[in-house]
C-alpha cells in the first residue's frame, strides 16, 4: 500500500467520522465513502487527478442516491398524520433549525412564522417542504 492510497484511506475515516460529530445528512459519510472507494481504485490507478476527479464523481452519486432513499416523502400537513420529533438547535421565527426526527438530524422550520421555538422541545412534523420538515411545538396544541 503506497502513501496515496493510504492518504484516501485517511480522509475517508475522517469524512465518515464527522458525520458522527457534525450530522450533515449523510453528506459527509457518504464523501468519506467515496474516498474510501477512491483508495481501493488507487491500488491500480495512482494518478492524483484521476482519483480525485473519481472522488468528486462518487461523492456527487452518492449524495444523490442517499436524498433519495432517506428523505422523507411530501405530504400534505395534516395533524392526524404528524410524527414526534424533537429540535436539536432553536429555531428562530421564521428561519430554519434542526429537528431529530426518526433517529436523523432535519433541517425545519415552524409552521408559525412568528413563534421561536427552543432547543430540546418537543414538536409535531406535519409536513415538508423538499428536505425541510415542517413542525408544529407539542406545546401549542396544548395551550
Known sequence: MDSLTFLWIIAGAILCLMELVFPTAFVAF???ISALIVAAVSLVVPQLNLLVVLWLVFSTLLVIMSRRLFTPKR???NLGDAHEGETITA????KTG?????????QARCVDTTRAIDPHEPVYVVGC???TLIVLPVNLLDS
Request: net charge positive.
Open 30 to 32: 457518504m464523501m468519506g
Open 75 to 77: 405530504k400534505k400537513a
Open 91 to 94: 429555531i428562530a421565527p421564521g
Open 98 to 106: 434542526r429537528v431529530l426526527y426518526e433517529g436523523n438530524s432535519w
Open 129 to 131: 417542504e423538499g428536505t
